[in-house]
């Protein structure tokens, strides 16, 4: 059983800053991309950012200047760091994983979402 435990969203003041953590846990054998997604009220979900096994990162324009990611191979988890800010930054932050787990006597890939996490920015 692979699980992704998302934290760190809530609620700030336009121009501040939050980041938020996603830590991957079970019968995991390899981590190879990470991204965060986000889906507003109405909108497509739309990838945020993401990161390779290597450390490579691409981020949508919106937010490049702003956001870094970044993950810890050793604890399994990635981080995605927010300053400035926007209300337009308002949205479900979702973490994903593209990985290889254990299954019997063979190892399979699976992409695996989290749970979601809010982050609202107040104008």
């Known amino acids: 059983q692979v699980q992704l435990v998302e934290s760190g969203g809530g609620l700030v003041q336009a121009g501040g800053s939050l980041r938020l953590s996603c830590a991957a846990s079970g019968s995991i054998f390899s981590i190879n991309a990470m991204g965060w997604y986000r889906q507003a009220p109405g909108k497509q979900r739309e990838l945020v950012a993401a990161?390779?096994?290597?450390?490579?990162?691409n981020y949508v324009d919106s937010v490049k200047g702003r956001f870094t990611i970044s993950r810890d191979n050793a604890k399994k988890t990635v981080y995605l760091q927010m300053n400035s800010l926007k209300p337009e930054d308002t949205a479900v932050y979702y973490c994903?994983?593209?990985?290889?787990?254990?299954?019997?006597?063979?190892?399979?890939?699976?992409?695996?979402w989290g749970q979601g996490t809010q982050v609202t920015v107040s104008s």
């Open positions: 990161i390779t096994s290597g450390g490579s990162t």
């Open positions: 994903n994983a593209d990985l290889t787990y254990y299954s019997g006597s063979y190892n399979r890939q699976g992409d695996y």
